[in-house]
């Protein structure tokens, strides 16, 4: 009971001091770094020449207290992107800009996350990640959440440089999970840290749908070669895999078991057993985008009436296989060169 | 003393003289003739004896006249002077079938009656108006006071304005007709009479009596600047149905007629007017149609509810859609733009786009998913840039040609089962689900034309590409071939040519001169509608003299000058030369076409000598400066001229020279001598033999375009096959330098050197016809044809041999996309199909052949790329072949 009400003094007192926080303001980038505390530096690029809306939000949102509040320590700074690269004012604000990197891409609004050693670790861009509104009510939730993800990142990573092995990689796994982005080399560290991974971490961060999916349909580059035929029982076999593969994120998995729910469609199976394909999907988790279509599959795919069965289908597809092989055969018998 | 341009060219014919004579004296009545060209374009006065015949009066008074088509009786020694024969007795006889009410003076010295021979490069009367695309019409507020119910009836109102406007023409000459343009009540009735002329009049007149609509139109229609920039800034058509749709969008926005202000941006007066302009032209012209399919019954019935007026617009029907749905469509671009600057949305630059650029922007690709509200909403709020980052704004899409279910781009699955996760917004449907060059590029162009930056999304062989407008000109993105390989989408004028867009570019860049050339125009169709069609002849000369750019006005000048010319030589002459001077210099292709389309068919039937048809090519030739990178079928109008000279070979050797002495002078031109090389050997050998000659002394006397020549000359002989011709002229490249890779040869000796290239098809870059023969060799070179075109490469061996090994090299690869298939002939015609290279096989750089065992017999060997996916081409490093024999 005394713990327990320790603790919650404990955690008052940590939400008094974190409510405490105001983030400070700085004239330039290199000022800001050199200011910059655990929570690292946040920058808000407008286009003072070419973009209104982002001026206008300048005062609205990126003064705004509230913005300044949810940037926890962070030193904020403001960094004009102009169009005519040649005028007086783009020439000044070259030294706001100081060694900022350049965001991903040059759209305004943006608001980028640097921690303390000038990293970029995360970036907002558009109204998708910072709302319509001129408060940003969005985007102030979003700063919230991201300055919410470094310090559990530091976190992590301060607790997993205490321990070693298995421990160690579970501490890392987690930080690979977190939805920013990761300072040094995670996958190497978790394969330092277990290197035979027994927890199919490395597997987890490695893994990757959209290779998975090219491995399977023969392709570098998504093009298929027209006179390819999916072997769909490696296909059967390797989703499953892979769908109990508990050690890959959800939607990885999710996304890699589309494949066979696409190529059972493509190979005429309908009505309940493809539906109960597309289930398995859902059930794993109905709140990722895949999750969410598995209602519209259900009815777009799971009520389509093939004219043939699989097998009327599986045999013609054996047979045009059997004959292109033969095809092949007497064209390599047929062939006297040899080439090297 | 400095030197004038005149001067310097006068004083280099004359060195070309000099040294063309010392090399070869039979030529020097042409290079006189050339001489005088020269003169006559830099305004020097002429010797007499030197002037052009053809605007020489007097000279014609001995005609020298030919029977039809007997151009082979004409003497091959006919000198000069025989250019300018006329038949003035057949001129009388045409004058009464051909009578011209303004008939101009031939020896008229000011040039104040504009005749086809007199037309001279137009001086404008403001004194750097050119320059100013603007002035001096623009930012000049002028409001009409024509009473609203005048357009109750819209026929009289036509006839009314017609008859104000020639009432106060005093002359057609060029003082009195810019007099005239000077005054803006007469540009507002030009600019009605246009809109009238391009209306059903009788639907305007069902539209105009609703009391509502009229009021909301006619201060539209009533102001000088946003009546021409409707009629005249882009092609309209169905203007009466452009027009209900506008006051469709006044009733949804009643505050269209607002200028709004926004803080840090120039205020540009009447712009969501001009925007609804743009966007019911674009729509009305196209009929473009919302991707939702047709309205449902709740929508139209609100539609009727607001009392809408919707006329159909023409072939509507044959749609099989509902006619409403076009103006929903349209109503719902209108209001984006409208919200989009009332909260000043958009990219500051669009404040200030002018109306033809507007058309770009807001009017772009109405039946594209990425056009509707609801997705460029999106890319406004996601997707904001400066203008020139929207050249990689497609990288935000990803590029996956089979999507998660592993589904084809090319199926209806592809984006289907994502379509409930992004209702109505397929731009972020296509980031997140992702795209081929189409979606990418369509994500670029739409993303840039949401935020207000003008784009457009164009075609290239097997891709798809687009532009984006800024800093003065038309960026390529996401684009894989050169320009002359692009056609956007959908153009603003008729034509979808990348040229068209260059074209379109320097037209409006002379904006205030284009305006009045086009208002001219309409002075000449209100002219020729009321009386004879003649009449208005010299007002469409002073508009081509004005803005030589603007096509429309070509077809009608050149059909009613069709009329007056009849069979008079000279005066076709004239058109002729005006038309080259005006336009090849900068767009040979236009200029080609408009020959070929408007000024061919009338002169060829006039000119009776084909001395004069040398002259009339001349024109055209010595006009050349720069390539219009289109690729444009250049070969047919060359063949066109030669086929017209009949059968005398000393007139064909004649246009062989001139053209000759004319493509030799750019580096860009070399790709016609192969023309010259194929022709003359269809000819005969004489021919031939003179032709090369000619070659030889052009390679001579311009040292700087040898290059380009020669890769001409080697194109020709590759083309008709001539082994000797061919490796003569690629002596000088055979050490290009390849970087091959070290192999060791199969078989016996190397016979492949000294043989002959014939490609399916040619790469753009013609240079690299030059580097043909060295990969034939070990040391390498080039052999490369077009993407997705003919992918072939035939080899001719010197000799017939036993072969006992091909080396291919490629570059790189051996093939990008597919697969190599080699077949040899003994005859190159019926092949026998030697290997296959599996893709593995191909996707190396080095693929040996070895042939040892069965060592077939060829003189030919054929090399084809088949693509698996995308574009099918060969791109080698060196194809050698090897003997059966002993290495020597």
Redesign the interface.
């Known amino acids: 009971m005394i713990i327990r009400k320790l603790s919650s003094i404990i955690t008052l007192t940590a939400a008094l001091l974190s409510a405490s926080e105001a983030a400070q303001r700085a004239e330039h980038f290199d000022e800001a770094l050199q200011k910059a505390g655990e929570d690292g530096v946040i920058a808000y690029c407008y286009g003072p020449d070419w973009n209104r809306r982002s001026v206008i939000l300048l005062n609205s949102f990126w003064k705004n207290a509230k913005t300044e509040e949810a940037a926890g320590d962070a030193v904020l700074v403001a960094v004009p992107f102009y169009e005519n690269k040649h005028s007086e004012e783009a020439e000044a604000a070259r030294g706001i800009r100081g060694r900022m990197p350049a965001p991903p891409f040059d759209v305004c609004p943006t608001v980028m996350f640097f921690d303390k050693s000038g990293r970029r670790y995360a970036c907002l861009q558009g109204a998708d990640y910072l709302g319509t509104d001129d408060a940003c009510t969005l985007g102030v939730k979003n700063i919230k959440e991201t300055i919410g993800h470094l310090r559990k990142q530091k976190q992590l990573l301060d607790q997993a440089q205490q321990k070693t092995g298995e421990d160690k990689a579970k501490l890392l796994a987690q930080v690979a999970d977190l939805p920013i982005q990761a300072p040094g080399n995670l996958l190497q560290d978790i394969k330092a840290a277990d290197p035979k991974d027994k927890l199919g971490y490395a597997r987890r961060m490695e893994f990757n749908a959209l290779m998975f999916m090219y491995e399977l349909l023969e392709t570098k580059d998504g093009f298929l070669a027209p006179d390819f035929e999916p072997d769909y029982r490696k296909i059967m076999q390797k989703c499953e895999a892979v769908l109990k593969d508990e050690a890959l994120r959800t939607r990885d998995r999710q996304a890699a078991y589309n494949l066979y729910i696409g190529q059972s469609r493509r190979e005429h199976i309908q009505g309940n057993r493809l539906k109960g394909l597309i289930r398995k999907v859902n059930k794993l988790d109905p709140a990722t985008d895949y999750g969410q279509l598995s209602p519209t599959l259900m009815n777009l795919w799971g009520n389509i009436k093939h004219k043939t069965t699989p097998e009327e289908r599986r045999a013609e597809r054996e047979k045009k296989k059997a004959k292109e092989k033969e095809k092949r055969d007497k064209k390599r018998q047929e062939r006297h060169v040899e080439v090297n | 003393m400095k030197l004038k341009p005149a001067h310097t060219l006068f004083l280099t014919a004359i060195i070309g003289i000099t040294a063309g004579y010392l090399a070869a004296p039979d030529l020097l009545p042409l290079l006189r003739h050339s001489l005088n060209q020269l003169q006559q374009n830099a305004g020097e006065p002429q010797p007499t004896a030197q002037t052009p015949p053809v605007d020489t009066p007097g000279q014609d008074e001995q005609p020298t006249v030919y029977p039809t088509g007997s151009d082979d009786l004409i003497p091959d020694d006919t000198d000069d002077a025989d250019f300018i024969a006329d038949d003035d007795s057949r001129a009388e006889e045409d004058d009464v079938f051909f009578p011209e009410p303004e008939e101009p003076e031939e020896d008229d010295p000011e040039g104040n009656n504009t005749t086809p021979t007199r037309i001279t490069t137009y001086k404008p009367k403001y004194q750097g108006a050119e320059n100013e695309p603007q002035k001096p019409f623009r930012e000049q507020t002028f409001t009409g006071k024509l009473n609203p119910t005048a357009w109750n009836s819209p026929k009289t109102l036509k006839r009314n304005l017609a008859a104000k406007v020639r009432s106060r023409l005093k002359g057609t000459d060029q003082q009195s007709v810019e007099n005239l343009l000077l005054d803006p009540e007469v540009r507002l009735m030009l600019a009605q009479w246009e809109l009238l002329n391009r209306s059903n009049l009788d639907t305007l007149g069902k539209l105009m009596r609703n009391t509502g609509y009229r009021e909301s139109l006619t201060p539209l229609l009533n102001d000088l600047e946003w009546v021409s920039g409707f009629v005249y800034d882009a092609e309209l058509q169905n203007a009466e149905i452009a027009l209900a749709m506008i006051a469709h969008f006044q009733q949804v926005d009643p505050d269209m007629a607002k200028d709004v202000q ?4 120039k205020p540009s007066p009447w712009l969501k007017r001009r925007v609804a302009g743009a966007i019911a032209t674009q729509f009305t012209r196209h009929g473009w149609y919302g991707e939702d399919k047709e309205l449902t019954k709740e929508e139209l019935a609100e539609m009727k509810k607001l009392g809408y007026f919707m006329p159909t617009l023409p072939g509507e029907r044959k749609r099989g859609r509902n006619k409403q749905d076009v103006y929903r469509a349209a109503r719902e671009r209108y209001l984006y733009f409208a919200e989009s600057i009332d ?3 958009l ?3 669009f404040w200030q786009l002018p109306t033809w650029q507007l058309h770009y922007v807001c009017g772009w690709k109405g039946n594209s998913p990425f056009g509707t509200a609801s997705t460029m909403r ?1 890319l406004r ?9 929207y050249v ?2 497609c ?2 899409v990803p ?10 781009i090319h199926s209806e ?1 592809y984006y ?3 379509d ?2 992004y209702p109505g917004n397929f731009a ?1 449907e296509t980031r ?1 689900v992702g795209a081929v060059c189409g979606g990418l590029s369509h994500f670029g162009a739409s993303s840039a034309c949401a935020n207000g930056v003008p784009a457009i999304t164009m075609g290239e062989p097997a891709h798809c590409a687009y532009a984006v407008y800024f800093d003065g000109a038309w960026h390529p993105a996401n684009s894989l071939h050169p320009e002359e390989r692009r056609s956007p989408h959908w153009s603003i004028w008729g034509e979808t040519t990348w040229a068209a867009l260059q074209l379109q570019e320097d037209m409006y860049t002379r904006g205030a001169i284009t305006r009045n050339a086009q208002m001219i125009v309409t002075m000449a169709s209100i002219m020729a509608e009321n009386r004879n069609p003649l009449s208005a002849l010299p007002l469409y000369e002073l508009a081509v003299q004005m803005q030589p750019l603007y096509k429309p006005v070509w077809g009608l000048y050149l059909s009613t000058a069709a009329k007056t010319l009849g069979k008079r030589p000279r005066r076709w002459l004239g058109v002729n030369e005006f038309v080259c001077n005006s336009i090849a210099p900068q767009h040979p292709k236009s200029c080609a076409l408009l020959l070929q389309e408007s000024v061919y068919p009338g002169m060829l039937t006039a000119l009776r000598s084909p001395k004069q048809k040398l002259a009339a090519y001349e024109a055209y030739l010595t006009n050349l400066t720069t390539n219009e990178k289109e690729q444009w079928d250049y070969r047919a109008l060359l063949t066109a001229q030669y086929n017209s000279l009949g059968k005398a070979l000393s007139h064909k050797e004649h246009y062989m020279q001139m053209l000759i002495d004319n493509v030799a002078k750019s580096a860009e031109f070399g790709h016609w001598v192969a023309w010259a090389v194929i022709t003359a050997h269809q000819e005969n050998k004489s021919m031939f033999k003179k032709v090369l000659g000619m070659l030889e002394s052009a390679v001579a006397r311009h040292p700087e375009t040898k290059d380009a020549v020669c890769s001409g000359i080697i194109r020709g002989a590759e083309e008709i096959g001539d082994i000797e011709l061919a490796n003569l002229w690629s002596t000088g490249y055979l050490d290009s330098g390849k970087n091959m890779p070290s192999f060791e040869p199969v078989g016996g000796n190397l016979v492949s050197a000294g043989g002959l290239v014939k490609l399916g098809s040619y790469a753009d870059d013609q240079s690299l016809v030059l580097h043909h023969a060295a990969a034939l060799t070990e040391k390498g070179g080039s052999i490369c044809t077009q993407p997705n075109v003919q992918a072939f490469v035939t080899v001719e061996l010197p000799e017939k041999e036993h072969i006992g090994g091909i080396v291919l090299v490629g570059n790189g690869v051996l093939s990008v996309r597919g697969y190599l298939v ?1 077949e040899i002939s003994t005859d190159g015609k019926n092949w026998k199909h ?4 599996s893709r593995e ?1 191909s996707g190396k750089e080095l ?5 040892t ?2 060592h077939p017999s060829a003189k030919f060997i054929r090399i084809t790329d088949h693509a ?3 574009e099918a081409q060969i791109n080698l490093k060196a194809i050698l072949v090897y003997d059966n024999k002993k290495v020597k």
Request: net charge negative; hydrophobic share 40%.
């Open positions: 926004h803080e840090g941006i909260k000043g949305l990219h500051t630059s999106w709020d996601n997707c904001a840039a400066p203008a020139a980052a990689n704004m990288r935000q590029y996956l040609p089979t999507n998660v279910y592993g589904d084809s699955w289907q089962p994502f409930v996760l972020k997140d080699v030697l290997v296959e290279l096989e693929a040996r052949l070895n042939l065992r069965n698996v996916s995308g």
